[in-house]
Every structure is written in structure tokens, then in C-alpha cells.
């Protein structure tokens, strides 16, 4: 089921939008509008997912790895072309 609601935008960002789907970015306002928010939706819960990855590793560290793993893993990730 869909529910339309209203939105206020000031001129200066209904004028960015616009451009942004005569760039070809969006097909219409209503499809950027609901990319907006799908984008704001799956950034809030990977931020959650991260959160709760955090707190997992603050309850339970991780144990001390060996010093000879940790330096090889940095040499192949120095080593990386990214």
C-alpha cells in the first residue's frame, strides 16, 4: 500500500532538483524524492548494523592476536594497490 504525503521544499532545493532530473539523474521528482529517502533508510541501518557490531566487539574483544599474523596482515595490506 502507498501513502502520499505533502513536502515543503524551498525554492533553492526544488531548483537543484530540478536540474538534477534535467541532468538526467531522476526521471521526476517523485523518484528522486523516494531515492532521497531509500538512501537515508539503508544509511541509518547500516549505521545501526554498525553500531551493534561495535558494542558485540566491546563486550567481547576480540582475543590478542599474534604479533607475526598482525604484521603479515598489515605487509599485504600495505601492499594492496587501493
Given amino acids: 500500500m502507498a501513502i502520499q504525503i505533502a513536502i515543503r521544499f524551498t525554492d533553492d532545493t526544488l531548483a537543484c532538483l530540478d ?3 534535467q541532468a538526467g539523474e531522476f ?9 532521497a529517502v531509500d538512501l537515508l533508510i539503508r544509511d541509518a541501518q547500516r549505521r545501526r548494523t554498525d553500531e551493534a557490531i561495535i558494542a558485540g ?3 567481547v574483544p576480540d582475543a ?3 604479533a607475526w599474523l598482525e604484521a603479515a ?3 599485504m595490506v600495505t ?3 587501493w
Fill in 19 to 21: 536540474e538534477l532530473i
Fill in 64 to 66: 590478542k592476536s599474534d
Fill in 79 to 81: 601492499a594492496e594497490p
Fill in 73 to 75: 596482515t598489515r605487509a
Fill in 57 to 59: 566487539y566491546r563486550r
Fill in 27 to 35: 526521471a521526476n521528482r517523485t523518484e528522486a524524492v523516494r531515492t
